[in-house]
């Protein structure tokens, strides 16, 4: 574990951002499991429709940083989102569980109207 890990240095790009806050996420009982990133149009469909996200670091340089991750271990999505302070403390978790998206199937119009530069 580094010394951001450990809350002694803000965290950054380098660190193991993602793994502290699933490790704060799980002192609440439940061990989570991220979406993490693929690089193709069906696993982003898939998390898109779970109403969930792929993990996020924002940082604002000196100040603090907020981590946003989708915990798809369950039926519902469990959109974290935890903020860290400049030493890499946590100060805020927060969990928002949604529900997949509702979708609906839109017919095309069976006429494709021409485009007519201006």
């Known amino acids: 574990m580094t010394t951001s890990d ?8 380098q660190s193991h951002w993602l793994n502290l806050s699933m490790c704060f996420v799980a002192l609440t009982g439940h061990v989570p499991r991220a979406a993490v990133p693929k690089e193709n149009v069906e696993a982003s469909e898939a998390l898109t429709k779970r109403n969930g996200s792929t993990p996020i670091i924002m940082i604002d340089p000196g ?6 991750f ?16 400049n030493r890499g403390r946590l100060t ?21 109207p021409s485009i007519q530069p201006e």
């Open 6 to 13: 450990r809350g002694e240095h803000e965290l950054g790009p």
């Open 63 to 68: 100040k603090d940083a907020e981590v946003l």
């Open 70 to 85: 989708s915990d798809v271990s369950m039926a519902l999505t469990g959109n974290w989102r935890l903020r860290f302070d």
């Open 92 to 112: 805020k978790a927060e969990l928002d569980s949604v529900g997949p998206l509702k979708t609906r199937i839109v017919p095309m119009s069976p006429v494709i």
